[in-house]
């Protein structure tokens, strides 16, 4: 353990956009159980913003957000995009959620930590800022700003920032290198997907190529984004190979959604999205009524 962290106990909860109504009925669970025995939390992206309402302890927030607001036109707008604006507004999605279900954001100075993953545009690294009264609005927008589906620049005492997924979308190797022994992990997809890993950089194909170049126009050409963007798949399933194999002394349960969980990124459909949190919502009793063993649902 360090010294900075001295804990053993985690939660780290993917992102996923709209397949977070899982995570979202996970979280209702936990705090209907009145369950909070973590020492920190991590989060990605909507994996960070499903965190803020559980340290808040507010139940059912974060799934009227998903369901009421975020399916709303000016947060998903593909005509917007293809006239040069955002496909997706997370900006307009955080404050306006803010106004409709204000956030208890004194719990976030005083009860468990909750950090929240960034991908740095200047080099491409993961960074895990600790989320507070004063910088949650901030850095739940970066956490969340994919790129080209978010066009405003996110930047954060002078340093930009896209979402924490690109860089590291289940921060559970960071989980344990801040001290975590025991690590719960809410994933957004079914256990045993894993991303097709793309080829070496340089045997990139046409279409490859053209995306990083737009990457290096949208971001500059100094920018060490593109490279993580491009190696995302293979850090995805580096991250599902710790969860398989944790180290010696590290206990990893995971809670995912079932096969048949049909929610996708920006799946709008309201039926789907309300099954997809009742899965959560049972994922999330069963676990806390039965001992798991390791990866069990």
């Not at 499903?50 to 593909?78: C, E, S, V, W």
């Amino acid at each position: 353990m360090t010294s900075e962290f001295p804990a053993t106990h985690a939660l780290v909860v993917e992102g996923g956009a709209m397949r977070g109504i899982f995570a979202a009925g996970v979280l209702d669970a936990f705090m209907q159980a009145d369950h909070y025995p973590y020492d920190f939390t991590i989060g990605v992206s909507a994996g960070a913003t499903n965190l803020t309402g559980y340290i808040a302890r507010q139940p059912g927030r974060n799934q009227r957000i998903i369901r009421k607001i975020a399916t709303q036109r000016d947060f998903f707008n593909p005509v917007r995009a293809l006239r040069g604006g955002d496909l997706t507004d997370v900006d307009w999605l955080w404050n306006h959620a803010q106004q409709q279900f204000p956030l208890d954001v004194s719990h976030l100075n005083r009860d468990i930590p909750l950090f929240a993953t960034v991908s740095r545009v200047s080099d491409g690294e993961p960074r895990y800022i600790r989320v507070t009264a004063d910088n949650v609005n901030a850095v739940m927008i970066a956490s969340c700003a994919l790129p080209f589906a978010f066009r405003k620049p996110v930047v954060i005492n002078d340093v930009r920032y896209v979402d924490g997924g690109v860089s590291d979308s289940i921060p559970v190797r960071q989980a344990w290198k801040m001290g975590a022994r025991d690590i719960t992990v809410v994933l957004s997809r079914p256990w045993g997907y894993h991303k097709s890993e793309k080829p070496a950089a340089e045997t990139m194909s046409v279409s490859e190529r053209l995306v990083q170049s737009a990457v290096n126009r949208f971001f500059g050409e100094d920018a060490g984004i593109w490279q993580t963007m491009y190696d995302r798949a293979a850090d995805y399933n580096r991250s599902l190979e710790f969860i398989e194999n944790p180290p010696e002394g590290c206990r990893i349960r995971v809670i995912a959604p079932p096969p048949e969980f049909s929610v996708s990124r920006l799946t709008m459909n309201a039926d789907k999205l309300n099954e997809g949190y009742l899965m959560g919502l049972d994922a999330g009793h069963y676990f806390l009524t039965s001992t798991p063993a390791t990866h069990a649902a």
